[in-house]
């Protein structure tokens, strides 16, 4: 990419500035990049609509296939119908002003820190998207899935396996945890879990990592990216052994600690498919309150999975919320770009990982 490169002092100054107000939700209070370096030369892009032909247009254009709002693979720098209906998308996920153009307030949004999964998967241009729908009255799901929709064979029998290695507890502090974690996602699927010790031959394994540790996602030390997990059928679950994992909850009172459950039934669920949710409550939405355990599914969480495996036979898992109405448009994601993504790093995880 030669575009994102040319980054002027006067735009750094100016995108210190917006970052400001990416503070104002309650998360983690980890330190972050302001603004995704990658995004910074979007900045000259200003007032860019049909047409035109700019440099940079063409890291736009890689930026939407990245998160899924075009697809047809052309990175020129030529402003088309398909950018600018990419456009149109992109800002009526983000309840922008829909001009297909590269307005400022656009601008803004794109150059924000963000998530690394997809708005869109496997999207297309005749969908409808976000908080639009649900202000017309329809209940919109809100959870997601990886591209191209990835999953586990429906009423699969999964085995998985944990290594002590790296680590501050043991196998019998650990193993209820990790029983409790599947035994939520179980309970609202046909899906079956249980431990084996073999760990290279488990469809799951759990493991504590420091920093590189092979895999092209090297931690980071203690907060920024807590751990992560990547889509099926790969299975593998890492966690940042630099973090302050609590496993009781009166350790969640001092600062900087990290809840191991909450953070275990996240990472299940992007193990079995799901990507990140808008609905705050839920345990796939990318932010966590400090010192706050989240580990009941929502009824979002149970939608999300049970549009993926089928719903569990022995009765639906009792929900904090009521149910809502199952949308048909299931894979659309709408961030609430202020609260979701900010307070948190992300590392970006791909199926196309080898293993
Ligand atoms: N780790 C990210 C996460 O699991 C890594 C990640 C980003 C990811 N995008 C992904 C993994 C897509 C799979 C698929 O979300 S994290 C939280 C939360 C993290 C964050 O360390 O930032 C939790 C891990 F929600 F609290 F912010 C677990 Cl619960
Ligand atoms: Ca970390
Ligand atoms: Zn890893
Ligand atoms: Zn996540």
Redesign the pocket.
């Known amino acids: 990419m030669r575009t994102s490169s040319s980054i002027s002092g006067l735009l750094l100054v100016l995108l210190l500035s917006f970052s400001g107000r990416t503070f104002v939700s309650g998360?983690?209070d980890f330190p972050f990049e302001d603004v995704n370096q990658a995004w910074r030369g979007f900045l000259n892009l200003s007032g860019c609509h049909k047409g035109e032909n700019v440099t940079g247009l063409d890291a736009v254009k890689k930026y939407f296939q990245q998160f899924g709002y075009l697809t047809n693979g052309d990175d020129s720098d030529e402003f088309d119908d398909d950018l600018e209906k990419a456009l149109q998308i992109y800002q009526t996920n983000f309840d922008l002003n829909i001009t297909g153009s590269l307005d400022n307030e656009t601008l803004q949004q794109l150059v924000k820190p963000r998530?690394?999964?997809g708005d869109i998967i496997n999207g297309t241009s005749s969908m409808k998207y976000g908080r639009r729908l649900a202000a017309v009255g329809h209940s919109v799901a809100h959870y997601s899935f990886?591209p191209g929709r990835p999953s586990w064979p429906r009423q699969a029998s999964l085995t998985y396996a944990f290594s002590l290695s790296n680590q501050p507890f043991t196998a019998e502090q650990l193993r209820p945890i990790i029983v409790r974690s599947f035994a939520r996602w179980e309970a609202a699927t046909t899906l079956k879990f249980s431990e084996v010790s073999d760990y290279s031959s488990a469809n799951l394994r759990i493991a504590f990592f420091r920093g590189d540790h092979g895999d092209g996602?090297p931690f980071d030390g203690p907060l920024?990216?807590?751990?992560?997990?990547?889509?099926p059928e790969n299975g593998r679950l890492h966690f940042?052994a630099a973090e302050n994992w609590v496993i009781d909850v009166a350790g969640l009172s001092a600062a900087g600690t990290?809840d191991l459950e909450?953070?275990m039934?996240?990472?299940i669920g992007?193990l079995l498919g799901l990507?990140?949710s808008s609905v705050r409550e839920s345990?796939?939405?990318?932010?966590?309150l400090t010192g706050t355990k989240?580990v009941d599914l929502h009824s979002d969480d149970v939608q999300g999975i049970q549009l993926l495996y089928g719903g569990n036979p022995r009765g639906n898992v009792s929900t904090p919320s009521q149910q809502s109405e199952r949308s048909s448009d299931a894979s659309s994601l709408f961030w609430s770009p202020l609260l979701s993504c900010f307070?948190?790093?992300?590392?970006?995880?791909?199926l196309s990982f080898p293993l």
Do not use: N, Q, R, W
């Not at 920024?224 to 889509?231: N, P, Q």
């Not at 345990?283 to 966590?288: A, E, W």
């Open positions: 998360g983690f998530c690394g999964v990886f996602e920024g990216t807590l751990a992560h997990a990547f889509s940042d990290v909450s953070v039934v996240h990472e992007h990507g990140h345990v796939m939405f990318p932010t966590l989240k307070t948190i790093i992300l590392s970006i995880i791909f």
